[in-house]
């Protein structure tokens, strides 16, 4: 049950933080200044990183807390994957130019992440009894872990060039 | 039982998917009319919720375990109107786009418990 309620109390803080970061953005001066990453396609990817956390977060946590021995590498890799998403959604969310270059950076390590497990996973399937959010390239999630970096660092750069010329 | 309500709100959530999908294509925001469909389609996931839980409370066992079956469940329960919530303060194509999302997110969270629950 610790695992569904840790899930239940991510998704409902990140949907807290996007109010608080919505509404004061049209009032407060310091806010106007901050750049929102989730209008228009941003909230789309706000929505496949949040399912990503609640996904790859419960999943790994639920594995650990059963049978932690069986595969701790696939189960480990699952949770820094739950983490560094959880870490995107919020740096999303809360919007700005440091949130946004962090975010870049985040995206690059997770490309990374998804394509060196990936070839792990292929490689050397002895040393994953069972399988993580990044096996196979994310195969087990419709692909949705290499395709989700590539569209958000496009959308983080187009961000960019937009703040540049506005 | 349950599966028939896994069915239906599958196959309810893959309509949702499309209306939402069309009105993205037309480049329209979520109107009153999808935020009734979600509410149809998450009032089938509420009342899958609480028949899961009447099948657990009547000592049946879905087949891949108590736990996970359970956090499908609230999942698949808070995927719409979660979703629906985000397209609140989005007034452009891009929240029906994310409801569309979400309808297929369930979607595929129903195949998952109907393996769950053991056919």
């Known amino acids: 049950m610790a695992d569904v309620e840790r899930t239940g109390a991510t998704t409902s803080s990140t949907a807290a933080a996007e109010r608080t970061a919505g509404e004061p953005a049209g009032t407060a001066p310091a806010g106007r200044k901050r750049a929102r990453l989730i209008s ?46 959880a870490f995107i959604t919020y740096t999303l969310v809360r919007g700005g130019e440091t949130a946004r270059r962090a975010a870049l950076v985040c995206c690059a390590a997770e490309l990374a992440g ?35 970096p590539l569209s958000a660092i496009r959308w983080l750069r187009r961000a960019e060039r937009d703040t540049a010329t506005a | 039982m349950l599966n028939a309500l896994t069915l239906l709100t599958g196959v309810a959530a893959l309509l949702l998917a499309a209306w939402c999908g069309w009105a993205a294509y037309r480049d329209q925001p979520t109107k009153d009319w999808h935020f009734i469909g ?6 089938l996931a509420l009342a899958q919720l609480v028949t899961g839980i009447v099948l657990l409370a009547r000592g049946e066992r879905p087949e891949q375990g108590t736990t996970i ?37 369930l979607a595929v969270l129903e195949v998952r418990l109907y393996d769950i629950w053991g056919g």
């Not at chain 1, 609640?54 to 480990?76: K, N, Q």
């Not at chain 1, 792990?120 to 419709?142: C, H, I, N, Q, R």
């Not at chain 2, 698949?76 to 999302?101: D, H, I, K, N, Q």
């Open chain 1, 40 to 85: 228009g396609p941003g909230l789309l990817l706000v929505w496949f990183y949040g399912v990503m956390v609640v996904g790859a977060l419960s999943r790994s946590v639920y594995e650990m807390s059963t049978d932690f021995g069986r595969a701790p590498l696939a189960y480990a890799l699952s949770a820094l994957a739950g983490l560094v998403y």
């Open chain 1, 114 to 148: 998804v394509l060196i497990v990936g070839t792990w996973t292929l490689v050397e399937p002895s040393a994953f009894p069972d399988s993580t959010v990044w096996s196979d390239y994310g195969m087990g999630y419709v692909f949705i872990p290499v395709l989700l």
């Open chain 2, 38 to 43: 979600m509410a149809v389609v998450s009032v």
């Open chain 2, 69 to 105: 079956f359970v956090a499908y469940l609230l999942g698949s329960f808070a995927c719409v109107p979660a979703a629906g919530f985000m397209s609140l303060g989005e007034r452009t194509r891009w929240g029906s786009v994310t409801v569309a999302a979400a309808g297929i997110v």
